[in-house]
T-cell receptor, first 113, second 113 residues
Framework: GDSVTQMEGPVTLSEEAFLTINCTYT??????LFWYVQYPGEGLQLLLK?????DKGSNKGFEATYRKETTSFHLEKGSVQVSDSAVYFC????????????FGTGTRLQVFP | DSGVTQTPKHLITATGQRVTLRCSPR?????VYWYQQSLDQGLQFLIQ???????AKGNILERFSAQQFPDLHSELNLSSLELGDSALYFC????????????FGQGTRLTVV
C-alpha cells in the first residue's frame, strides 16, 4: 500500500546551517505530496505541497521537489533559524481514499543559536 | 490560527471512563477528519465525515465513535478508556471531498491514568 518513509530524528543544527530532511514514498500513480510542520504545542500546519512530478513546492524559505525517478520529496532550507525548530511530517493522500492523508513518522528539528 | 477549534485542550481521566472531544471546523468546510498522534503509532487517521455522513474509516477502535452534526461540528467519543489511548487527538477540516488542503486544530491531549 501507499506509504511514506522519513529520516529518523532528531536533526540538530546550528542557526544558519543548511537543512535536508529526507522523505521517500511508495504509491501507485503520482499523488500530490505534502510537508506539514508541527510547532511545539500546536497542531499541524501545511508547509508546502507539490501536485505533480517535477513540481517544486516552497514556503517560508523551505523547498521540496517532487522527484518521481527517485520517489522522493526531500525538504530543504538554505539557512535555518531557531524558530524553525519543530516536527516536520511528509504526507500523501491514500490512493483508495484521497481524503485520507498518510503521514511519515515525523522528523524533529532542533536549531540552536 | 487555522480556524479549526478543538475543545478541551487537555483532558485527564481514569481507565474505563468515557470522554467526548469536540471539533468546530473552519467556516465553510464540509469535511472533518480525526487523527490520533501517539509516540508509538505516529499520526494515524481515524475517521472522516463529509456534510454529516461518515465517508472513510481508518484505524479506529470499536470503543471509539464519532459523528458530525447539522451545524458541521464533530464529536469524537472514546469509551472504556485504556492507558494506551493516551495521545494527542487532532481534528482537521477541508472544503470538500477528494483531497484538498486540510487545516488542523491544535489538538486535545488525552491522558488516561
Amino acid at each position: 500500500g501507499d506509504s511514506v518513509t522519513q529520516m529518523e530524528g532528531p536533526v540538530t543544527l546550528s542557526e544558519e546551517a543548511f537543512l535536508t530532511i529526507n522523505c521517500t514514498y511508495t504509491a501507485t500513480g503520482y499523488p500530490s505530496l505534502f510537508w506539514y510542520v508541527q510547532y511545539p504545542g500546536e497542531g499541524l500546519q501545511l508547509l508546502l505541497k507539490a501536485t505533480k512530478a517535477d513540481d517544486k513546492g516552497s514556503n517560508k524559505g523551505f523547498e521540496a521537489t517532487y522527484r518521481k525517478e527517485t520517489t522522493s520529496f526531500h525538504l530543504e532550507k538554505g539557512s535555518v533559524q531557531v524558530s524553525d525548530s519543530a516536527v516536520y511530517f511528509c504526507a500523501l493522500p491514500s490512493l483508495y481514499n484521497t481524503d485520507k492523508l498518510i503521514f511519515g513518522t515525523g522528523t524533529r528539528l532542533q536549531v540552536f543559536p | 490560527d487555522s480556524g479549526v477549534t478543538q475543545t478541551p485542550k487537555h483532558l485527564i481521566t481514569a481507565t474505563g471512563q468515557r470522554v467526548t472531544l469536540r471539533c468546530s471546523p473552519r467556516s465553510g468546510d464540509l469535511s472533518v477528519y480525526w487523527y490520533q498522534q501517539s509516540l508509538d503509532q505516529g499520526l494515524q487517521f481515524l475517521i472522516q465525515y463529509y456534510n454529516g455522513e461518515e465517508r472513510a474509516k481508518g484505524n479506529i477502535l470499536e470503543r471509539f465513535s464519532a459523528q458530525q452534526f447539522p451545524d458541521l461540528h464533530s464529536e469524537l467519543n472514546l469509551s472504556s478508556l485504556e492507558l494506551g489511548d493516551s495521545a494527542l487527538y487532532f481534528c482537521a477540516s477541508s472544503v470538500g471531498q477528494g483531497y484538498t488542503e486540510a487545516f488542523f486544530g491544535q489538538g486535545t491531549r488525552l491522558t488516561v491514568v
